[in-house]
């Protein structure tokens, strides 16, 4: 996980429950309350924001809305898409 307001600071989370638009973490730092944070897992990517954390024995646990969820396939047919536009091309246009 990576705190996106310093995005040098990352560290270890555990998915300990995931439901609709959230998330539960665990982890052994807490995270500020409104933080921004990303989460990649392969090739998926989470984008959201800390809604509570409070201190459970020896860890600490936050809840996350998640905002954003994207996949590498989304993100490469962005960038074509983006490309294509550069170059004058539709952006509907199929590539091989």
Same mark, same amino acid.
């Given at each position: 996980?990576r705190?996106?307001?310093?995005?040098?600071?990352?560290?270890?989370v555990?998915?300990?429950?995931?439901?609709?638009?959230g998330?539960?973490?665990?982890?052994a730092?807490?995270?500020?309350?409104?933080? /921004?944070?990303?989460?990649? %897992?392969?090739? =998926? *990517? #989470?984008?959201?924001?800390?809604?509570?954390?409070?201190?459970?024995a020896?860890?600490?646990? /936050?809840?996350?809305?998640? %905002?954003?969820? =994207? *996949? #590498?396939?989304?993100?490469?047919?962005?960038l074509?898409?983006?490309?294509?536009?550069?170059?004058g091309a539709?952006?509907e246009?199929?590539?091989?």
């Amino acid at each position: 996980m990576r705190l996106l307001q310093d995005p040098r600071e990352s560290f270890e989370v555990l998915i300990s429950e995931a439901s609709g638009p959230g998330l539960r973490l665990i982890t052994a730092r807490p995270i500020p309350v409104g933080s /921004a944070i990303e989460i990649e %897992e392969g090739e =998926l *990517t #989470l984008l959201g924001e800390v809604c509570h954390c409070c201190a459970v024995a020896d860890s600490y646990t /936050a809840d996350v809305r998640v %905002e954003h969820r =994207l *996949t #590498l396939t989304e993100d490469l047919l962005r960038l074509a898409r983006q490309l294509r536009l550069e170059q004058g091309a539709p952006a509907e246009a199929q590539t091989d």
